[in-house]
């Protein structure tokens, strides 16, 4: 029980998380993405054969649990992405979108790169 209490503690969520740093110069100083910790090959497999974007959103909505991001056109910060596919429309698609896919999820840093 004490167990459950502090894995509570550290986190706003019933599961493990991580946390990654963006890129300051494709998201701005101190941005960070917050995921959960552990995904399935599967759920990698379902990205890379998705046939549109709704289906990628999907996923992402339910991995990637908080951030602190803001809008590129207008810097208000975003909704959180937490069962929430929609707030994927609104990042940059040319650098911000392809960075959290490959970093994430396609070569997520325990992978090897092209992996």
């Given at each position: 029980m004490a167990k459950k209490q502090q894995k509570?503690?550290?986190s706003e969520f019933d599961f493990p998380t991580r946390r990654f740093a963006?890129?300051?110069d494709l998201f701005g100083e101190?941005?960070?993405?917050?995921?959960k910790r552990f995904m399935k090959v599967?759920?990698?497999?379902?990205?890379?054969s998705a046939t549109d974007e709704k289906q990628v959103f999907d996923i992402l909505?339910?991995?990637?649990?908080?951030?602190n991001l803001d809008d590129v056109e207008t810097g208000d910060p975003l909704p959180q992405p937490y069962q929430n596919p929609e707030v994927f429309d609104?990042?940059?698609i040319l650098e911000q979108f392809p960075w959290i896919l490959d970093t994430l999820f396609?070569?997520?840093?325990?992978?090897k790169k092209g992996r």
């Open positions: 509570q503690d550290q963006c890129p300051p101190g941005k960070h993405v917050l995921r599967r759920v990698v497999r379902a990205i890379k909505a339910q991995y990637i649990v908080a951030w609104d990042l940059d396609l070569n997520p840093p325990n992978f």
